[in-house]
Nanobody, 126 residues
Framework: QVQLVESGGGLVQAGGSLRLSCAASGRSFSIYAVGWFRQAPGKERQFVATISESGDSTYYADSVKGRFTISRDNAKNTVNLQMNSLKSEDTAVYYC???????????????????WGQGTQVTVSS
C-alpha cells in the first residue's frame, strides 16, 4: 500500500506558475505509476498527466500539453507537477494517484488507479 499527500496548491494569476508535489509513504514507491487528475466544481474528474514507474514514459491531457510537466524522484518518493502558463480553466482540485496496474494509455483512466490523495486546490484568477 501507499499513502499520498499533495501540496503546493494555491491562488495564482493567469499566466503564472505553480508546482504541485505528491509525497508518498510506504515502501516500493518505484513499483507504482503516478498520475494527476483534477476536478472542477460541477464537472467530472479529468485526467491531467501520468508518469511511469521509472519515469521514462509520460502522458498528458491535450489541454495541458506544453504547459505542464510531470516528474518523479523515486529516491525521495515524490512526484511533481510543474504547471506553467496557467489559465482560469485550470482551476480545480488536483489529486495525486498511484497504481501498479495497467500500462501505457490505460493509465489515462481513473479506474486504473487504486490510491488517491486528499487533493489540493488550485485557483487561477483571470
Amino acid at each position: 500500500q501507499v499513502q499520498l499527500v499533495e501540496s503546493g496548491g494555491g491562488l495564482v494569476q493567469a499566466g503564472g506558475s505553480l508546482r504541485l508535489s505528491c509525497a508518498a509513504s510506504g515502501r516500493s514507491f518505484s513499483i507504482y505509476a503516478v498520475g494527476w487528475f483534477r476536478q472542477a466544481p460541477g464537472k467530472e474528474r479529468q485526467f491531467v498527466a501520468t508518469i511511469s514507474e521509472s519515469g521514462d514514459s509520460t502522458y498528458y491531457a491535450d489541454s495541458v500539453k506544453g504547459r505542464f510537466t510531470i516528474s518523479r524522484d523515486n529516491a525521495k518518493n515524490t512526484v511533481n507537477l510543474q504547471m506553467n502558463s496557467l489559465k482560469s480553466e485550470d482551476t480545480a482540485v488536483y489529486y495525486c494517484t498511484a497504481t501498479a496496474r495497467g500500462a501505457g494509455t490505460m493509465r489515462l483512466a481513473s479506474h486504473f488507479y487504486d490510491y488517491w490523495g486528499q487533493g489540493t486546490q488550485v485557483t487561477v484568477s483571470s
